[in-house]
């Protein structure tokens, strides 16, 4: 969070324009009027010889960066091991700063390391954690790593339903189902063609068929079903030991695979965190599983660090902004100048929790779109609305340390609602 005291005017302070191969470091050593200026390459021998020259000044040290990918992580815990004092610096304000000190776009590495220099001096920084002293690293690689695989899977689903299926077997995307089922997959692997099924008799079909579809309500019709839309295909009438198949198999099985990596990542993410407390709790929310919780706390960490709920708003982007200027007053909406993850996490959950019964969440998209239910600028809004709340409602729980307690809301009266009952639990909510 930002701190708006200034730097002790006793602190070295160390500016480092962080790149993949060298950073360029500003020093200003209180006392002096000339700066230090030098190049530490990213290897060992030129970090610890950085590391002993701060040491060597026998001053406490404040030093500040921009995160650039993940290349300022291994000096970042370098300087924290050191004992020194680590703070970071958005790179939106670094990129607004520059302009208004230099008056212009003109970007290169000596100028970034004096305007986060600059920005060290007026407190306009954020304290750095890192993810390996905060404990939360593994947390978030398996985060992370979900995120990458499910996004693959995503991927590979709308190849199906793109591409495969419209060429092979078109009827078939009406028994697709949920995408994260792996049934549909495991038959079109094994019947990937309308002449792989209609190939036997319906009966026979229905016994090859029968343990692959899993447990279904009416299992014999939906295979019958399948059936009859295989005699009655439009598909191409490609061979089942031809290229073209093998390829789609070839898709198929990386599809299964990803299915089992997810559902991997998903089992080890809540062994890890069963233990956890904050996790627990997160839990208790509706429409928050194991995976959206481990994700807000692997992006945002402690929750107890945010004072007040509107901290945290802005922290995911859920705070409102308005553009003003003179008699001009734009529309107020998201700011979005936040975790765009933390933002994700909650908008899913939202998604799902309206989707349940009896939960203040349902209870106020249902009151939000009363007026008109076909309006989708309307449900977008209150979407918007729940997520808010989503949020505010994590860090409730996890910064009181009480346990979530679901209730149905009833009508809400007139007038404003006191902020100090935006929770549900413990208090009311808005």
Known sequence: ??????TPPDAVLVAIDVSKLRNDVLIEIPGTSRYRRLVVLNTRAEHDRFVDRLLALGL???AGFEATGNYHRPLAYRLLQAGFALRLVSSVALARTREALYNGWDKNDPKDAQVILHMLKIGATQTYCDPICSGVNDVQELSKTHEVISKAKTELWHRLLTHYLPLYFPEAARFAGNSRSDWFLAFLERFPTPASVTVHMKEHFIDEAWDIVGRKVSKARLLGDIYETARASIGLPVATDSAAIAMFRLVI???RSLIRQRDAIEAQAHAAMADNADYRRLRQI?????????????????????????QFLKFCG???????SGQFRGQTK???????RLRRAFWVAAQVAIRQRDNGFRAKYERYIARDRDDADLKRKALTAITAKMARTAHAVIRTGSDYR?????????GRTSLSKCREGASATL
């Open 1 to 6: 969070m930002t701190n708006l005291k200034h």
């Open 60 to 62: 406490p040290v404040i």
């Open 253 to 255: 099985a990386e599809g």
């Open 286 to 310: 509706p429409g928050i599983g194991p995976i959206i919780a481990m994700t807000i706390l692997a992006e945002a960490g402690d929750l107890r660090r945010f004072r007040h709920h509107r």
């Open 318 to 324: 859920l705070d409102l902004a308005t553009h003003q």
């Open 334 to 340: 998201l700011s979005k100048f936040g975790n765009a």
């Open 406 to 414: 679901p209730f149905f809301e009833g009508p809400i009266p007139s």
